[in-house]
DNA sequence: GGAATTTGGTTTATAAAATAAACCAGTTTA
DNA sequence: TAAACTGGTTTATTTTATAAACCAAATTCC
């Protein structure tokens, strides 16, 4: 009888979201690269890079190229569930009966 | 370039939208109803309702039913269009490209 | 060659939200 | 008649999101 599933606060929020729905379909992106498609603002976007990192939804690596730092985000498969039942639940909502 | 289209804050809220959700396939529908479906505390709902309202998204009305206070809600036409294009526009984190 | 700008970020401060806790007026129950 | 319950609202606290400030290194401009 209970119709609404919690939805992860985690994924719950714009940027994250499109974080992640930006890896899930590539097998990595930079920061740059995600900052130009989500449109977020570089201090957002390190933050929440950061969350999704610490509840290891995505793997952070940093390295150098030539001069320049460079951030490379992965999407883990502890993400991949985590989004798709994200997506899931929210269909209640969406969808209503 | 930009992919993502920003989703109404006012409606990506969990319980926010579990309200709308609710009102969308229902006429109208009380305080305690919502509560029960929803889960949400009192005060949360009571707070959540009043932000609904003054977005114009539903329509609140109270009166007596016996000597028992009665809330009831009802989503209005502007609330209808703001469901749907918040539906929409998640359509893009959901099933990314 | 030195000041100003750009790149690729991080850190910190502020604003906004969500949530919980406390409260209130009236009613019913023991 | 005191205690508990109903149907909420208000206020306080915690959590989030966002913006602003900052940093180091590299590049560009005069």
Same mark, same amino acid.
């Given at each position: #009888?209970?119709?609404?599933?919690?939805?992860?606060?985690?994924?719950?929020?714009?940027?994250?979201?499109? $974080? #992640?729905?930006?890896?899930?379909?590539?097998?990595?992106?930079?920061?740059?690269?995600?900052?130009?498609?989500? &449109?977020?603002?570089? &201090?957002?976007?390190?933050?929440?890079?950061?969350?999704?990192?610490?509840?290891?939804?995505?793997? $952070?690596?940093?390295?150098?190229? &030539?001069?320049?730092? $460079?951030?490379?985000?992965?999407?883990?498969?502890? &993400?991949?569930?985590?989004?798709?039942?994200?997506?899931?639940?929210?269909?209640?909502?969406?969808?209503?009966?």
């Amino acid at each position: #009888m209970k119709q609404f599933s919690d939805l992860d606060p985690l994924l719950h929020s714009q940027l994250r979201l499109a $974080v #992640m729905s930006l890896l899930i379909s590539v097998q990595e992106a930079n920061f740059v690269y995600i900052k130009e498609k989500t &449109g977020a603002t570089a &201090g957002n976007l390190s933050v929440q890079i950061d969350k999704l990192s610490a509840a290891e939804y995505i793997d $952070v690596k940093k390295h150098f190229e &030539g001069k320049k730092p $460079v951030t490379t985000c992965k999407i883990t498969p502890r &993400g991949i569930d985590a989004f798709e039942s994200y997506v899931q639940n929210l269909q209640q909502y969406l969808n209503p009966k």
